[in-house]
């Protein structure tokens, strides 16, 4: 694979996927606010979107009920739905169906 064709398949994959990255962050740690959640895609899975990238994933998240916004302290923080873990775990048997099958 040219290293052209590498880098697009890894931005599909990350970038342009953050819901499931989102998801599992709040699965493990919540609620945060939308700046903590970038700074952990970064530390935990070493993805630097820009910022107006994640809030807009955030707020199509949330719109999608995916997560759902919660006050603490005053302050917005987001925590995942069922709906957006069953989301996550069809996501992933996708992806597997689909790496099963170029194997």
Do not use: C, H
């Amino acid at each position: 694979m040219s290293v052209r064709a590498l880098e697009r398949l890894k931005k599909k994959i990350m970038i342009e996927n953050l819901w499931m990255y989102i998801i599992r962050i709040l699965m493990e740690q919540e609620p945060l606010k939308a700046y903590d959640i970038k700074v952990l895609l970064r530390e935990k899975y070493e993805i630097k979107p820009a910022t107006v990238t994640v809030y807009s994933v955030v707020y199509r998240m949330v719109r999608d009920n995916l997560i759902k916004p919660v006050k603490v302290s005053g302050e917005k923080r987001y925590r995942v739905t069922e709906q957006g873990i069953s989301a996550l775990k069809k996501a992933i048997e996708f992806l597997e169906e689909t790496i099963n099958k170029l194997k």
